[in-house]
């Protein structure tokens, strides 16, 4: 049979579709939909009254703050991202191999935490300022120091946590351009710093704008740096409506707001980009330019210092008050906080991984308009911030609790079967963190060749022999790496998980906010100290990997 004859003896793709693959890919896609159809439909219940306090009291400032914090980290991560991804890309210095892979380190240290021990650092009566007033004789009132509680210090440490989304993304942008333009700037006389102007930046500019954009949607969903430091955003109005004011309607307006500014941020990015091309030329890569003398020194400085404010020193001193804290053992009280921890992250990751293997393989089969649409549902999930899927799971929960419980007869007391349990975290997770499972499964299948399946099809197997046995063998670093990135994003995970919490039931993230919030700090390092650990895990990996490249 020739080629041609066994293509056409073959299903259709539509034929090797598996029913219920595909209804199980849009069933996920439509509970993934329900927290943020949920917050919108809160736009429609009437609640003038809030909204005329909340607008003559404090929407004001959470406008301004939120705008203001979105300014400032958008600066700090497009500075030091872009600034040490062209040093690390097109230089060679002192422990530029180190700083290639190290850059990446402080992607392990939650903002939160990093807040926490350097507010101890640089407190009143931290070492910085005791050890300045020791040497000078300065006494109190003597001196001016910057407060780190503010929204200038909200801004430094989300800066120099999430500037590796932007180097990571700037590096490899760099290390793909061509060396012909570069070298042909420099023939017509342009300087190494006008060539990056004109040249190198604007051809890198997509992942730049990727990358802070990227930033930027962490930093509107970040709720334990700014409510410890007591800035007023989104964020923190978001559970002060809730929980203080006793008003989730107002809750879930205010995620919506929060939530357009999510996709502002998205439409921005894209708009930037238009139908504008950025081509390199040919793939021949630019030979690194040897710095000596002053430039080396500092080139290794400008380096060093992101790695040593956004990770050294936080993990040093994060060590430090483990050393210092005598009550800080490993005693039945964190061994529960780390198994409540290690369980849902491990549930969470799992159930993610299988429903975005059932996506991206229900895609693969059949690459219809549901499909599709199932593929881009599952994946905006990670763009909206964890305070506003809590409000949306919430909701429609206790409303179905409520249901339930006018089915039940007048003698059996009500209880909450979903509201206020592990099931309501795990849907939260579910949400949040299916894009992250989704992207890397969905990486791992574009590797495998259609021939494959062919290949399978011809020998009689079905759809999920295949899968069984010839891509599942194939995908399994894939599904590794997923099921790892989706453990570690819920370790790490505070505002969802402290919303949606069943009743004495913390992890080791809500312990160290807790914790901190009481200035308890030297307490809080031991959790903290542990999802610090957790987190280097992923990022040792791919660190390892940028290495071997």
Request: hydrophobic residues 55%; positive net charge.
């Amino acid at each position: 049979m020739t080629t041609p004859e066994l293509a056409q003896s073959l299903p259709a793709p539509a034929e090797v579709g598996i029913p219920w693959l595909r209804a199980g890919s849009l069933l996920v896609a439509a509970v993934i939909c329900v927290p943020v159809v949920a917050v919108f439909l809160n736009l429609l219940i009437p609640r003038a009254d809030t909204w005329r306090h909340l607008a003559s009291t404090v929407l004001p400032d959470y406008v301004i703050n939120t705008a203001l914090l979105v300014v400032l980290v958008g600066f700090g991560v497009v500075l030091l991202g872009v600034g040490c991804a062209w040093l690390t890309s097109m230089c060679r210095f002192p422990l530029a191999r180190i700083f290639e892979w190290a850059l990446l380190l402080p992607l392990a240290m939650p903002a939160y935490v990093m807040a926490y021990v350097y507010t101890d650092f640089l407190q009143f009566a931290g070492p910085l300022q005791g050890t300045l007033r020791a040497a000078f004789g300065w006494q109190a009132g003597d001196y001016w120091f910057p407060d780190v509680r503010s929204l200038g210090g909200a801004a430094f440490v989300l800066s120099f946590v999430l500037y590796p989304y932007v180097y990571l993304l700037a590096r490899a942008a760099f290390l793909e351009q061509s060396a012909s333009a570069l070298e042909t700037a420099r023939i017509l006389g342009e300087s190494s710093w006008r060539s990056f102007w004109s040249i190198a930046l604007p051809l890198a500019r997509p992942a730049v704008v990727a990358g802070t954009a990227l930033c930027l949607m962490e930093t509107l969903a970040d709720y334990g740096t700014v409510a410890y430091f007591g800035v007023d955003t989104f964020s923190t109005g978001i559970f002060r409506a809730w929980f203080s004011m006793g008003d989730p309607v107002a809750a879930a307006q205010l995620g919506a707001l929060l939530l357009a500014a999510v996709g502002a941020i998205l439409a921005l990015e894209r708009l930037t980009r238009g139908r504008a091309a950025f081509h390199s030329g040919s793939r021949r890569r630019v030979t690194p330019h040897e710095l000596r003398g002053a430039r080396s020194i500092g080139a290794t400085l400008a380096c060093g210092t992101p790695l040593l404010v956004g990770f050294a020193l936080p993990a040093a001193l994060l060590l430090r008050l483990v050393l210092q804290d005598e009550a800080a053992v490993l005693g039945l009280r964190f061994a529960r906080l780390a198994w409540n921890s290690l369980t849902l992250a491990g549930a969470a990751a799992l159930l993610a991984v299988a429903c975005a293997l059932a996506i991206a393989y229900a895609l693969r089969l059949r690459p219809g308009l549901a499909e599709r649409a199932a593929h881009r549902i599952a994946g905006l999930g990670y763009a909206v911030p964890g305070v506003v899927i809590a409000v949306g799971v919430m909701v429609p929960l206790t409303r179905l609790d409520q249901g339930l419980a006018g089915l039940l007869p007048a003698s059996v007391p009500a209880k909450l079967v979903l509201s206020g349990t592990v099931l309501a975290l795990l849907y939260a997770y579910l949400v949040r963190f299916l894009a992250v499972a989704l992207q890397s499964i969905e990486a791992g299948l574009a590797r495998i060749k259609r021939s494959m399946d062919d290949a399978a099809r011809s020998l009689g197997a079905g759809p999920a022999a295949t899968l069984a046995r010839v891509h599942a063998p194939l995908l399994a670093p894939s599904l590794l790496a997923a099921t790892l990135l989706v453990f570690v994003d819920v370790m790490k995970e505070l505002p969802a998980t402290l919303a949606l919490r069943p009743f004495d039931f913390d992890t080791l993230a809500v312990q160290t906010f807790n914790l901190a919030k009481d200035e308890r700090l030297a307490e809080a390092s031991l959790p903290a100290l542990a999802i610090v650990l957790v987190g280097l895990i992923p990022v040792y990996l791919l660190a390892r990997s940028m290495a071997r490249r």
